[in-house]
């Protein structure tokens, strides 16, 4: 690739090639604060190569590769290059990593314990984790929760927020715009923008947490909570693990171990607000 750069985002490193100049110009401004691994063994290769040569230039057009990858993903408009990067260390992760049991789930932290949310596209953790971030909460997660197979901790994996439409003003007007990336238009999930951590949620991706909460958020309904049943539990963290099956007998015995430990609730809400009471009472009710 013409363009390259080496990141590191918890455990996981990675190198990145571009054919263009302008996504990891991108990447390498909002993810100033990470770590410098410049010549360092990554776990993992991003490619943001043209469809064809001519793609390169006329009407550019990116297809992600690496590693690991997808022959029939669509390609993405040179305008959605940053988002096209980003998509293209999730896959990294969703298909090549080993090390820990993967949960498509936001976490925060404090006082050294996790509260891990998971759910569908849309369910509003991604902004939840993110306001939390801004109230006494250290973010440790957006895109992945990783699970510890031994410890059954919970280990930071601080990637940009990924938000969405609605949600982009609530956390901007939250954060400032200094800690916000490009807006990203009409893409294939609407209009997305990045949201760059705190600083203390960088400089402490070592640090894991125990987990002590888990949380099926949904946004846009009336306030009410109801109590998960272990084997609901289960089931839904199969369904949002990326390598349950991979990791096999030492990831079922993980997962058992969080299911059974880790209280679980349903929580749906209207507003931000109103899921951090929620998040709030239901925190300190286990205290």
């Known amino acids: 690739m013409r363009h390259a750069l080496t990141l590191r985002i918890g455990p996981a490193t990675f190198r990145i090639g571009s054919a263009w100049r302008a996504p990891l110009a991108q990447i390498a401004h ?20 043209p469809t064809n040569m001519l793609r390169r230039w006329v009407r550019p057009s990116i297809f992600i590769t690496g590693d690991h990858g997808l022959a029939d993903a669509a390609p ?17 992760m969703a298909l090549g990593w080993r090390r820990h049991l993967l949960l498509h789930a936001s976490s925060v932290e404090k006082d050294g314990r996790a509260l891990v949310m998971t759910g569908e596209s849309g369910s509003g953790k991604s902004t939840l984790a993110a306001l939390l971030g801004e109230r006494g909460w250290r973010l440790m997660g957006d895109e992945f929760a990783l699970l510890d197979l031994e410890c059954g901790a919970i280990l930071p994996f601080p990637r940009l927020v990924s938000l969405k439409n609605g949600a982009i003003d609530v956390v901007a007007d939250a954060v400032g715009e200094a800690r916000m990336g490009p807006l990203l238009r009409a893409t294939a999930k609407g209009d997305i923008r990045h949201m760059i951590p705190r600083d203390g949620a960088v400089s402490r991706m070592d640090e894991g947490a125990t987990p002590r909460l888990l949380l099926f958020p949904r946004f846009g309904h009336r306030a009410e909570e109801r109590a998960v049943g272990q084997g609901e539990v289960f ?18 015995r993980a997962l058992t171990r969080f299911v059974a430990d880790v209280p679980a ?23």
């Open 235 to 252: 089931m839904r963290l199969t369904q949002a693990s990326t390598n349950y099956v991979a990791a096999g007998e030492a990831g079922f």
């Open 76 to 92: 993405m408009s040179l305008a959605h290059g940053l988002l096209a990067a980003e998509m293209g260390m999730n896959l990294q």
């Open 265 to 287: 609730r349903a929580v749906d809400f209207s507003s931000g607000d109103e899921a951090i009471a929620m998040v709030e009472r239901l925190w300190d009710e286990r205290a």
């Open 30 to 49: 909002l993810y100033a604060a990470y770590p410098r691994v410049e010549g360092a063994i990554a776990d993992f290769t991003v490619r943001l190569q």
